[in-house]
């Protein structure tokens, strides 16, 4: 009989190191909010809209890319300003045309738009995607996208510095992606934000640079998080972050399930708010 090895990835990680609770809940009982948060919402449209401006420079196709997402997410983003001046497709449409002509130049700048892994890591897959590779005279780097609705130094350090950056460029110098334009480069990330406002549009770049022992030390902590997450499955213990985790980025949706001891609230939540999905 063939083994089974189990995927993991960046998002599932996560979830556990913010809160076990809330990874019983996503990847062992498979119990999901029935509408994608805003925010999580707005980034998947945005992150369609840039694919297609990436792969064709044009500005039409990445703003229907944008739409399209928007359709198959079940519309969860108000459709005008007026309903939801931060986070609606109208709004969405305007930062993301924003975006293509801060950035005319991008799509001549890309090695490679996207990239989707699954890298077998001896025990278990590692899956996620590389949102794009820019090339400039230095080499590559590898790009990590992300909408948020607050920036400034603490927010590029905490992205540079943490477990999902490198990470991800861990298994670009496995791919060999950061050999594609210049031979044995130092792997570098660029943090590229797409800041979310109801008026002002704003869009900041930082880059970092790894060494190859901290990369091959950030692995080592990806296989040793694996093996905390099966430890907490095999006891059956996932205990309830703290409330400064909780109220983390935007609030957490499970907060309140989480937190009730009442049987009866939790049928109603879980019937009202989520439901059950298969693997």
Same mark, same amino acid.
């Given at each position: 009989m063939t083994k089974i090895i189990e995927a993991y990835s960046f998002s599932k990680i996560e979830s556990f190191i913010r809160c076990p609770s809330r990874?019983? #809940?996503?990847?062992i009982i498979r119990l999901f909010p029935k509408k994608k948060a805003l925010p999580l919402a707005l980034g998947a449209c945005m992150a369609e809209g840039l694919k297609i401006f990436r792969k064709r420079g044009d500005f039409e196709e990445a703003q229907e890319a944008f739409v399209i997402q928007w359709e198959e997410d079940g519309k969860v983003l108000a459709l005008r300003k007026e309903d939801d001046d931060l986070r609606s497709v109208e709004r969405g449409l305007e930062i993301l045309g924003g975006y293509m002509e801060y950035y005319p130049e991008e799509p001549v700048e890309i090695v490679q738009p996207e990239i989707v892994f699954e890298e077998d890591m001896g025990n278990f897959i590692f899956r996620g995607k590389i949102d794009a590779i820019f090339a400039d005279g230095q080499g590559v780097? %590898?790009?990590?996208? #992300?909408t948020v609705s607050r920036l400034g130094p603490a927010w590029f350090r905490d992205l540079l510095g943490g477990w999902q950056v490198c990470w991800y460029m861990g298994i670009a110098k496995i791919l060999g992606l950061f050999d594609t334009v210049k031979k044995n480069q130092t792997p570098r990330c660029t943090a590229n934000a797409i800041y979310i406002h109801q008026t002002n549009l704003r869009y900041e770049r930082e880059m970092t640079i790894k060494s190859n022992?901290?990369?091959?030390?950030?692995?080592?902590?990806?296989?040793?998080?694996?093996?905390? %997450?099966?430890?907490? %499955?095999e006891i059956d213990t996932f205990p309830m972050a703290n409330t400064d985790r909780c109220n983390q980025y935007n609030g957490c949706e499970y907060k309140r399930l989480c937190a009730t001891t009442d049987e009866k609230i939790s049928e109603i939540l879980i019937d009202t708010d989520f439901e059950y999905r298969k693997k």
């Open positions: 990874f019983h #809940k996503q990847y780097s %590898i790009v990590e996208d #992300k022992r901290t990369l091959d030390n950030a692995m080592q902590q990806l296989q040793n998080w694996v093996t905390t %997450i099966r430890r907490a %499955i």
